[in-house]
């Protein structure tokens, strides 16, 4: 469930000896979602957060982009000075 929330970066997914909670098997499935996110708020180097993951626990929605379209321009030509 916490891979919905994070991305394990940086390194292979597997057994990694951390601070606070000491080892954690990130290849597991099985981990709290709370220890994930504790883990990250203290800036643990190898967790990304995902758009949902925002979304679900920070309550942050991505912005909706409007598409652009920006004027025709034409880009004036350079004229070679002969020597």
């Given at each position: 469930?916490?891979?919905?929330?994070?991305?394990?970066?940086?390194?292979?997914?597997?057994?990694?000896?951390?601070q606070?909670?000491?080892?954690?098997?990130?290849?597991?499935?099985?981990i709290?979602?709370?220890?994930?996110?504790?883990?990250?708020?203290?800036?643990?180097?190898?967790?990304?957060?995902?758009?949902?993951?925002?979304?679900?626990?920070?309550?942050?929605?991505?912005?909706?982009?409007?598409?652009?379209?920006?004027?025709?321009?034409?880009?004036?030509?350079?004229?070679?000075?002969?020597?």
């Open positions: 469930m916490w891979k919905n929330y994070f991305k394990f970066i940086k390194l292979r997914p597997g057994r990694v000896v951390t606070q909670f000491g080892e954690i098997d990130f290849s597991s499935d099985k709290l979602v709370e220890t994930v996110k504790a883990l990250y708020e203290s800036d643990f180097p190898y967790l990304e957060i995902t758009e949902e993951g925002k979304a679900e626990l920070y309550g942050m929605k991505a912005p909706k982009l409007q598409p652009v379209t920006l004027p025709k321009t034409t880009i004036p030509k350079v004229q070679k000075k002969k020597l």
